[in-house]
T-cell receptor, first 115, second 118 residues
Framework: AQTVTQSQPEMSVQEAETVTLSCTYD???????LFWYKQPPSRQMILVIR??????QNATENRFSVNFQKAAKSFSLKISDSQLGDTAMYFC????????????FGKGTRLHILP | DVKVTQSSRYLVKRTGEKVFLECVQD?????MFWYRQDPGLGLRLIYF???????EKGDIPEGYSVSREKKERFSLILESASTNQTSMYLC?????????????????FGNGTRLTVT
């Protein structure tokens, strides 16, 4: 079975620091996508970043970047120069065509950015 | 921007009641999904739909049904609400990617409905 594991239920960092959220997954597939979603306290979940498994280059979106290690099945999210608005629940997610197009989510990491 | 609207932010219902959760999206997305979110369990897929009148079971469909009579609207129905269905319910939509597969298509979520069954 394909699984997504986020080993850090909760984290706190000071504003302006860099923080890394961990995610590992388990699959026998070669062709898949990985996502990080953010759910701020107002609750609407939004996509932060997306990575295609066949691309070697790590995806970046402004202050957000990923460290994708395909062999290790690891997909961590790095937030640089963290801001108070980054306080949220972060979900790692995985999707492969052999899962009938369903996206599998991890259990989430609650991130607190402290002033 | 895609807007996914869930009809209620908070809902309180009694055990045994029939409950309807409504979701509407305004971007002509083919795919729509219902998830429930519980602390420590993350998001779990209840049902999804790729087209009008079409539905597929997710990972936890028991106790739920869905209806998709129009492309923009996807309803989640709790036939007889029970206390273990107290949860946050999230609706999402996504675009159908050319070729009939959508696994790489980002989800757009609504604000969620917090349902309490007493």
């Amino acid at each position: 079975a394909q699984t997504v594991t986020q080993s850090q239920p909760e984290m706190s960092v000071q504003e302006a620091e860099t923080v890394t959220l961990s995610c590992t997954y388990d699959t026998s597939e070669n062709n898949y996508y990985l996502f990080w979603y953010k759910q701020p306290p107002s609750r609407q979940m939004i996509l932060v970043i997306r990575q295609e498994a066949y691309k070697q280059q790590n995806a970046t979106e402004n202050r957000f970047s990923v460290n994708f290690q395909k062999a290790a099945k690891s997909f961590s999210l790095k937030i640089s120069d963290s801001q108070l608005g980054d306080t949220a629940m972060y979900f790692c997610a995985f999707a492969t065509r052999n899962r009938d197009d369903k996206i599998i989510f991890g259990k989430g990491t609650r991130l607190h950015i402290l002033p | 921007d895609v807007k996914v609207t869930q009809s209620s932010r908070y809902l309180v219902k009694r055990t045994g009641e029939k409950v309807f959760l409504e979701c509407v999206q305004d971007m002509d997305h083919e795919n729509m999904f219902w998830y429930r979110q519980d602390p420590g369990l993350g998001l779990r897929l209840i049902y999804f739909s790729y087209d009008v009148k079409m539905k597929e079971k997710g990972d936890i469909p028991e106790g739920y049904s869905v209806s998709r009579e129009k492309k923009e609207r996807f309803s989640l129905i709790l036939e007889s609400a029970s206390t273990n269905q107290t949860s946050m319910y999230l609706c999402a939509s996504s675009l159908l990617i050319t070729g009939g597969r959508s696994y790489n298509s980002p989800l757009h979520f609504g604000n969620g409905t917090r349902l309490t069954v007493t």
